[in-house]
């Protein structure tokens, strides 16, 4: 098999979520790109070949802006991950929540839903009263209940 088709087969069996990466990253599919430099190396004067320094080090930033662009997206996963599990630890406990006339609303945590990804607390609040839709920023104070 020649070394530019097992490349190729390589590249192309790659991850959907990484090929989604690099489109994301160069408004093209990774196989548009591996197709870009095949073509260069398909065309190219053969007595002035590219410099393989230089191919080389295109291939190097493509793996780089695409290894880059998955660990941004690992790490926006775990930190939604973090941000739903101290929410889920919240249930049940006591919390200080600031109120906009500057007053503090004391309640307990009932209930934890997400929106957008993002934890949205339901707390029971004085008179019974229920205070909802409380981001984990707003939090101030956690307590133990009694």
């Known amino acids: 098999m020649d070394p530019i088709d097992e490349i190729t087969n390589e590249v ?7 090929q989604q990466v690099a489109q994301d990253g160069f408004a093209l599919a990774f196989e548009d790109l591996l197709q870009i430099v095949l073509t260069q190396l398909t065309f190219q004067d053969p007595l002035e070949p590219m410099d393989n320094f230089e191919f080389v080090s295109q291939l190097a930033q ?3 802006i695409q290894q880059t662009q998955s660990l941004n ?3 926006a996963a775990l930190l939604q991950a973090e941000a739903a599990s101290q929410a889920t630890s919240l249930l049940g406990r006591i919390v200080d929540v ?5 007053q ?10 997400f929106e957008n990804s ?4 339901t707390l029971q609040i004085d008179n019974e009263q229920t205070l ?10 956690i307590r133990e209940a009694n």
């Open 73 to 75: 997206d690992n790490s």
């Open 118 to 121: 993002e934890p949205r607390l």
């Open 98 to 102: 600031p109120r906009q006339d500057g």
């Open 132 to 141: 909802s839709n409380v981001g984990l920023s707003s939090i101030t104070q």
């Open 104 to 113: 503090v609303s004391v309640g307990r945590v009932l209930s934890v839903r």
């Open 62 to 64: 493509f793996t780089q």
């Open 12 to 18: 192309f069996q790659q991850p959907a979520a990484t």
